[in-house]
């Protein structure tokens, strides 16, 4: 875990000295490396760790030294994975609200809709960052999804960020796109 990080002076010990002050703006935590595009653009391809979710226990191991040391404004769920693939997803992020600490999410936006946004306003989630990256329907093959065309991913998006803003305490959204050009035929 990140017992070997005992930030009692606001200052991060060890080999960065006085460079890291505490708490940091975010953590990321990555608890799966499991997404559901397989996109031309992305470094997955080059990964070589195993497909996986993160342990329940393990993720609230961090949660809890994040909290007990005041280590970060917030804790992003985000990397190399979808992070509402993860099967204990609303419990992890209730769990840190439990705890008083901040969540941001990054996700491609395949499970964005009403419900989730509904789900997300109940476990305090302050921001949802989403991948959109293809904004287009040509583009969008670059991220071979399978089960879902342009318009329903889109739809979706639109829904959750429709539902968002009639809430009392929305989340802040930010939408991500890929500003350069990129391969558009994707074989197969």
């Given at each position: 875990m990140l017992t070997t990080v005992q930030p009692t002076s606001k200052r991060f010990p060890g080999r960065f000295g006085e460079l890291v002050k505490f708490p940091l703006q975010r953590v990321h935590i990555e608890l799966t490396n499991v997404c559901n595009f397989d996109c031309t653009f992305c470094p997955k391809q080059e990964m070589t760790r195993h497909y996986e979710y993160m342990d329940f226990?393990?993720?609230?191991?961090?949660?809890?030294?994040?909290?007990?040391?005041?280590?970060?404004?917030?804790?992003?769920?985000?990397?190399?994975?979808?992070?509402?693939?993860?099967?204990?997803f609303f419990e992890i992020l209730d769990y840190a609200a439990q705890l008083g600490v901040k969540t941001g999410i990054t996700t491609n936006g395949t499970y964005l809709d009403e419900d989730q946004a509904i789900k997300l306003e109940k476990v305090t989630a302050?921001?949802?960052?989403?991948?959109?990256?293809?904004?287009?329907?040509?583009?969008?093959k670059t991220r071979k999804a399978?089960?879902?065309?342009?318009?329903?991913?889109?739809?979706?998006?639109?829904?959750?960020?429709?539902?968002?803003?009639?809430?009392?305490?929305?989340?802040?959204?930010?939408?991500?796109?890929?500003?350069?050009?990129?391969?558009?035929?994707?074989?197969?």
């Open positions: 226990e393990k993720v609230c191991g961090i949660i809890d030294e994040i909290a007990e040391y005041n280590m970060a404004e917030k804790i992003t769920f985000h990397v190399m994975g979808e992070p509402f693939m993860h099967p204990r302050s921001q949802v960052n989403i991948s959109l990256q293809t904004p287009d329907e040509e583009s969008y399978r089960r879902m065309k342009f318009d329903e991913y889109h739809n979706r998006i639109l829904e959750f960020i429709g539902a968002c803003l009639k809430q009392t305490k929305p989340p802040k959204i930010k939408v991500h796109f890929l500003n350069t050009s990129i391969k558009t035929e994707v074989p197969g």
